[in-house]
């Protein structure tokens, strides 16, 4: 024979270990809403055990300490952050709920959710690493458990005895069905607006439940969704800003590149100029160097020219016999000089041009240096009618005047 009842206050009670127990019973206090009902503490004053209500339930608290039973137990951060099992707790608001132990600095591990059946929950973990679970969803609500008694302890059935009907009673039973079906009758138009009012309002109440459920959803959704937007958003601008970068360096490298190009080609034409320049100081210099050569050689001849000059002035027969051949030889030795003097000029013309000076004052200055030094030598042997001469003739002009036979014809 069984017996069924509602479902007693469970017997069943979790347990779960802390390392700083008091800490941990005020962090449950605070984020979970839990009460707190015992707690023992040891000789130096350390909580090493609790418990604590939560609507009718109880969960029993120790301290991690070197004990039997704590040898046959680990935390969670000596298994790697898992739990083993955890403990899952009822809660009428699971909004409410959630919203206060993200407050109180919970990880939460399972986001807050429905099932599509109307019922929501999460689950998080605490301080220490244990995760709990809290949900709308209750389990116990509405079941009834039945009890089995021993066979050997239940009494042998009873047969009832027989029973007269008595006449008095039927007609009080035919009375009270009686005012029972009138009851009804008068009545029963209220009892079924009442009935049907109950039914109306149990269905609002639950569309209602439903419809807050709906728009919870649909609020986090939205909330989602503009995550979602605000994150492509700001990926659309960051690739936007990329892709201008990129194309900002492709037309710099291209600009960049006709930059080299250019400069490359400059620098090609100014080494072709520069091979042209050095050819041509080095034609310059070769010139310059005959032009130097021929103007040692004219001054060795002028040399020549000014010992026959001088020996010409002394009035001897035998100089005067050699006088025309001198005099010859003179004036070719005179051709010579102006050649080579001629040449000379021509090749300082020339490195002066390479050099950018400015070649007619060159050759001014080297001609009135040639004379001016030829000048001096006349000067000493001539006197003052040899500077009257110089500034009648040029100075490649040999003045005869003084030499036989041409004394007379200067007279």
């Known amino acids: 024979m069984t017996a069924s009842s509602l479902l007693p206050a469970p017997n069943l009670m979790p347990l779960m270990r802390y390392r700083d127990l008091a800490e941990a019973m005020g962090w449950l206090e605070q984020a979970f809403a839990f009460e707190k009902q015992i707690a023992v503490s040891d000789a130096e004053g350390d909580v090493i055990y609790g418990q604590m209500l939560y609507r009718g339930g109880l969960i029993m608290l120790g301290a991690v300490r070197d004990t039997e039973l704590d040898k046959l137990m680990r935390q969670p951060d000596e298994v790697g952050g898992v739990e083993t099992q955890s403990c899952y707790v009822v809660v009428d608001d699971a909004d409410a709920h959630y919203a206060r132990v993200q407050e109180a600095g919970a990880e939460i591990v399972l986001e807050l959710k429905s099932d599509g059946l109307g019922r929501r929950g999460y689950s998080c973990r605490d301080p220490e690493g244990h995760i709990w679970n809290f949900g709308t969803y209750n389990p116990g609500r509405g079941l009834t458990v039945t009890v089995a008694q021993p066979e050997a302890e239940m009494p042998a059935p009873i047969p009832p005895a027989p029973r007269r009907t008595s006449p008095r009673l039927l007609m009080c039973l035919a009375v009270l069905l009686a005012a029972l079906g009138g009851t009804c009758w008068l009545y029963g138009d209220a009892m079924r607006d009442d009935i049907l009012t109950r039914v109306a309002n149990a269905a609002e109440h639950h569309s209602a439940q439903k419809a807050e459920r709906a728009y919870a959803e649909l609020v986090k959704v939205r909330a989602e969704k503009r995550s979602s937007d605000e994150r492509a958003e700001t990926a659309t601008r960051e690739l936007d800003a990329e892709r201008a970068r990129h194309r900002v360096l492709e037309s710099g490298s291209g600009g960049m590149t006709e930059k080299l190009a250019q400069e490359q080609r400059d620098r090609q ?62 004036t070719s030795k005179i051709e010579t000089s102006a050649t080579a003097t001629a040449a000379e000029e021509q090749g300082s013309r020339e490195l002066a041009a390479a050099a950018g000076g400015n070649t007619e004052a060159a050759d001014t200055d080297g001609d009135r240096r040639t004379l001016s030094g030829t000048g001096k030598s006349v000067r ?20 005869m005047r003084h030499s036989w036979p041409y004394n007379s014809w200067s007279e």
């Open 269 to 330: 034409a100014a080494e072709a100029a520069l091979a042209t320049l050095r050819e041509e100081l080095v034609r310059k210099q070769a010139a310059l160097d005959a032009a130097i050569e021929a103007k040692r050689v004219s001054d060795e001849k002028l040399a020549v020219k000014s010992a026959a000059s001088e020996a010409a002035s002394v009035p001897d027969t035998k100089n005067a016999r050699q006088l025309p051949a001198a005099t010859e030889a003179g």
């Open 380 to 399: 000493k042997n001539k006197g003052t009618a040899v500077k009257a001469w110089e500034r009648k003739y040029p100075n490649y002009v040999l003045d």
